[in-house]
């Protein structure tokens, strides 16, 4: 019997219960394969914050490396909220995304037809969109020295960096190429060349990759226009590759496509490592309730057999299964809107149909 | 007869077409006001560049100063998309706004109930939006020092500098505060603060100024949740006060809300200074047709009138004439639908039936 080892970070709010039913979920599927799933469970964010006085410790992101796969909960809460910026749960995520390398985030916004209606966005102007966000996640002015704090004639002032390098644009473009070439063969870049001078960069390294994908066709489309563009006919796109503060901001505004944030996985890649989260945060209203909506988090699992375990089988098995539980008409309570045919569900109840 | 004078920079693609349209209505309220307006048309953008080699002279940055009102129609096209950088007509617009110091750039995004339908949001959840979005223009990563590319290893890179300083901040927090005391008592700011410094900065700085105005209701918002919630509750909103680049964005993808971008005026306001224009491109496609839409050219004549000439009651002639001309039926090409009652009416005849 294969052995996989990966970590899980339930992190905070519903966090730990979203996890849980991706593990089981992921437990099923990897026992259907005839594989034993090894789990090593670590605090992180506020309840890391908690136990040992700072977010993540050296010895969580050692073993994180160590393992290579992460399958990562929520974190942050009003809790945590007044802490210094170096002590917040968030500064723990952006110095395990940097450490493990994953420079390259995926977020698949995907409308479910069973759930076209849950959308603020009229039905037929959503109905099929299939767009996957290729975002850069290591660099850019998330990680741009310098950043500082000073003072100007009595003006305090702070700055931070907005960088890119060839080789930092050319990586992740390639990821979208590659993914984009499994797909529907259509590049989108995003950039803001019109006023900055590390996005003029980014196209130029974007084009240059683009030669070696002549199969692939690209495009290119300012940010400003690309916000209005996801919402006046989404449809037009495919794969969208932009820098890690673009991609933070779009994709956020693209996961309301599908009327649930609650649905949406993602999947952080880098060389060999993979950092799989659910897009939502940790709802720390809901939490303990045990009616937190757990598939974005069973389908950021998928993701982490597609991409790190290499099991597309077992990838697709969770799709199906989602997709069944949907189209049977059970929904989360973030879902749920009385809807005829439809049924509410806890998070159990979900967890158990899912198996 | 009191006489004032302002800039007109038609620019290129239809700005001059929509440009003349706002013109003839402004002359019209102000001779009805019993106030003579001198209009000093100079080139600008692309038009400029061909004209004198450079999207924007001295000479003409001198008269807009000398004048403070400047009225804007759009810049840019394919022909002038290939030049530097420093050479786009782009490049004459953020001079301007620098020259000029209008430091706040005024962005209404009212929903008219003729045309709640258009949009590609449900009618449910944008009737009755109406939001200000108050966007900071002449600082940030727009105008941040340094900006250049080098190589490190052999890697190419390049660098953007995001900066503000508190009276940056404090400066367009009180146009947001100000303006909104005069509406729904509401701001809502926008940064990115659990990743940036300079949003840290934004944040403390806006805290500060809201100690001036208890009347007034402040929120903070991340802008990744802004670019949410706009979609999912655009009515949660009244005064939105932004960083330049998350403005730039936010305000695009807000426009959408109103189904046609061909609407929105803006206003862009710094001590004594003002520069009005649409907030569309030069849509250089249907260019010298006759058929654009000039209503948010005309919008803008109506906000230089409130805001530069103080003549609010101009300002509420204008825009209550756009109104009855919309609910009268009457559609631009880029609002025509075909809905019965509507009349397709081309530039000329909508300047007509304004006048
Ligand atoms: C929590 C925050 C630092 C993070 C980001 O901005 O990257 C989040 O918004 C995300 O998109 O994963
Ligand atoms: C043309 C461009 C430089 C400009 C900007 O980014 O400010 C435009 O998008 C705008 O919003 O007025």
Redesign the interface.
Known sequence: MKEVSIVALPGDGIGPEVTDVALQVLDTVCEQHDIKLNVTKRPFGGTCYDEFGEPVTDEILETCKEHKVVLLGAVGGPKWDDLS?NL?P?AAL?KLRKELGVYANLRPIFVHSALSGSS???EE?IEGTDILIVRELTGG??F?KP???AE?DG?????????????EVQRVARIAFETAKLRGKRVCSVD?M?????S??WRKSVLEVAEEYPDVELSHML???A??Q????PKQFDVIVTGN??G??????A??LTGS?GMLPSASLGGENGLYEPVHGSAPDIAGQGIANPLAAVASAALLCRHSLKLESAAKRIEAAILKLLDDGYRPADLYNDEPGTTLANTEEISNRLI
Do not use: C, W
Not at 194 to 198: Q, T, Y
Not at 248 to 253: Q, Y
């Open positions: 910026a917040r968030e952006l603020t966005l009229k102007v002015v998330y741009g950043r500082f704090s100007e003006d305090p002032f702070s700055v931070d960096t907005m960088k890119y390098s060839r080789s803001k019109n006023v900055l001078e590390s003029r960069l940010v400003d226009n916000a209005m996801l919402i006046r006919n503060l673009f933070d901001i779009l994709s956020d505004e996961s309301m944030i």
